[in-house]
C-alpha cells in the first residue's frame, strides 16, 4: 500500500507525543485527567468513524489528527486541555489512518498489523522520555508539524481507499451482531489484561522489550492471519501465549514470548469486525476501540491482579480462545482461508 510507510511513521509519532505530553503532567488531578484523555482517544473514534464513513476523506482527517495533537504540545500549563486536545487528535489520526489502510489492505490483514504495530513503542518510549520535556518538545512539535503537512498536503489517497462510500444500512444478521459481540468481549478483555501485567522484572531493558513484543505480536499477527487463516494463527497464537504466561512469573524471557503471542490477535479482532460491517469500515474500527477503553476502566477504579499477572495472562490467554474462535466460525467462511 502507497502510503502505509508513512502512517507507520505517524502513528509511532502520535502515540509518543500523546504519551510525552499527558504523562508529564504533575498535577494533582492527573489521574482524572488520564480518564479524559483515553475517553477522547478510544471512545470517540465510533462517532468520528460513523463521521469517516458518512463523508470519506479518510487520509486528510489522519493528517488533521497529526495535527491537532501536535497542538496539544503547546498547553503545557493547561493539563486538562491538553488531554483533551491531545485526545481528540489521537482518536481522528487512528480512525482516519485505520479507515484508509481497511479500505486499500485488498482483502488481506498484513496491512492493518503493520499500521496499528508502531503505537505500543510510541506509546512506551513518550513515557519513558517525559522527564526530559526541554529537549524532546521541540523536536517532537516538528516531526508531528512535518507529518501533518505531508498527510494534509500530500498527493490523493489511492482509488480504493478515496472516494465517500457514503452512510449505507449494513445488513446485520443475528449471526454477524454474535460476531461483533464475540470480537468486542475479546478485545475488552485484551484491553483489560494489559493492565494487569505489572511483572516485577518489567523494569530497564526489559520493559523496553516488553514494549517490542507488543508491537511485533500486533505485526506478526496480521501476517500470520494471511497465511494461515484466522482462526488457525489466532488459536496457535493464544495458546503459545497461555503457555508462556505459565512461566512468567520469574522469567522476563518468557514473559515477553507471552505478551507477544498474546497481541497477535489485535489485527485479527479488527479486521474480522471489518469483514463483518464492511459498509461501515470507521464504526467498526472505532467500536472495538470503545471496547479498549472500557477495558482499562476496571484498572482506573482499583481492580488489580498485578500480584497474580501471570495467572491472570494464563486465563486472559484461555478465555480469549473462547471467545475468539465463535466470533470468528460466525463470520463468512471464506474470510478465514488460508
Request: aromatic share 14%; glycine share 10%.
Amino acid at each position: 500500500m502507497e502510503k502505509l510507510w508513512l502512517l507507520r511513521i505517524a502513528h509511532f509519532c502520535v502515540d509518543f507525543g500523546c504519551a510525552f505530553l499527558c504523562l508529564g503532567y504533575a498535577e494533582e488531578n492527573i489521574h482524572l485527567y488520564l480518564l479524559i484523555y483515553n475517553f477522547c482517544a478510544f471512545a470517540l473514534q465510533m462517532p468520528f468513524g460513523l463521521l469517516v464513513d458518512r463523508f470519506g476523506k479518510q487520509y486528510k482527517v489522519a493528517g488533521a489528527g497529526v495535527l491537532i495533537t501536535a497542538v496539544s504540545m503547546f498547553f503545557l500549563n493547561h493539563p486538562l486541555l491538553g488531554c483533551i486536545t491531545a485526545g481528540v487528535g489521537n482518536a481522528l489520526f487512528h480512525v482516519g489512518g485505520g479507515v484508509y489502510v481497511l479500505k486499500g489492505c485488498k482483502d488481506k490483514c498484513t496491512p492493518l498489523g503493520e499500521f496499528v504495530a508502531p503505537g505500543a513503542l510510541g506509546l512506551f518510549l513518550g513515557g519513558y522520555f517525559t522527564s526530559e520535556w526541554e529537549y524532546i518538545r521541540p523536536v517532537a512539535l516538528f516531526v508531528l508539524f512535518l507529518m501533518a503537512a505531508v498527510l494534509l498536503f500530500g498527493k490523493s489517497e489511492e482509488a480504493a481507499a478515496a472516494e465517500p462510500s457514503g452512510m449505507t444500512t449494513p445488513s446485520l444478521t443475528k449471526k454477524s451482531v454474535a460476531a461483533l459481540v464475540f470480537l468486542f468481549l475479546v478485545v475488552f478483555l485484551r484491553s483489560a489484561a494489559g493492565f494487569q501485567f505489572g511483572f516485577t522484572w518489567k523494569t530497564g531493558v526489559a520493559a523496553l522489550l516488553f514494549a517490542v513484543a507488543v508491537m511485533c505480536g500486533k505485526e506478526l499477527g496480521g501476517a500470520l492471519s494471511d497465511r494461515f487463516g484466522m482462526s488457525r494463527s489466532s488459536l496457535v497464537s493464544l495458546l503459545l501465549s497461555g503457555i508462556f504466561f505459565i512461566f512468567s512469573g520469574n522469567s522476563a524471557v518468557c514473559g515477553i514470548l507471552a505478551v507477544l503471542f498474546f497481541n497477535c490477535t489485535m489485527p485479527v479482532t479488527l479486521f474480522a469486525a471489518y469483514k463483518t460491517v464492511k459498509q461501515l469500515p470507521g464504526f467498526s474500527f472505532g467500536l472495538l476501540t470503545f471496547a479498549l477503553f472500557l477495558g482499562l476502566l476496571p484498572s482506573y477504579f482499583g481492580f488489580s491482579m498485578a500480584a497474580y499477572a501471570a495467572a491472570f495472562g494464563v486465563a486472559a490467554s484461555v478465555v480469549s480462545v473462547l471467545l475468539l474462535l465463535p466470533g470468528l466460525h460466525l463470520i463468512k467462511p471464506e474470510s478465514d482461508a488460508a
